[in-house]
Nanobody
């Protein structure tokens, strides 16, 4: 059974930093991509970042480029999302999700949320102005 557990959310002031963690189990980590997505009240779920740990390939949505950094601890099967210079517009529930990319081209990385098959429960991030 695939399990994804997010942690690290909370309340931070604008300009501050926060690190989210996504601990995974039940997957062959080398065959998966892990994505971070977020959903604000009344808005659709949007992509934030993604990583394919086995290839080191990463993706960032334009709105977070230069502020967020995704990384992976392959031994622990944990993906981190370091968020710096946070803005009130970053306020949302953040979800991590997993996608088996064993049949993808090497380094290729899915970025659309509908492609991801397993999801965590989400963690709230609130950025105050």
């Amino acid at each position: 059974e695939v399990q994804l557990v997010e942690s690290g959310g909370g309340l931070v002031q604008a300009g501050g930093s926060m690190r989210l963690s996504c601990a995974s189990s039940g997957i062959t980590y080398a065959d998966y991509a892990i994505g971070w997505f977020r959903q604000a009240p009344g808005k659709e779920r949007e992509r934030v970042s993604a990583i394919r740990p086995s290839a080191g390939s990463t993706y960032y949505e334009d709105s977070v480029k230069g502020r967020f950094t995704i990384s992976s601890d392959n031994a622990k099967k944990i993906v981190y999302l370091q968020m710096d210079n946070l803005k009130p517009a970053d306020t949302a529930v953040y979800f991590c999700a997993a996608k088996d990319v064993g049949d993808y081209f090497t380094g290729s990385l899915p970025i659309h949320p509908y492609l991801y098959t397993d999801w965590g429960q989400g963690t709230q991030v609130t950025v105050s102005s």
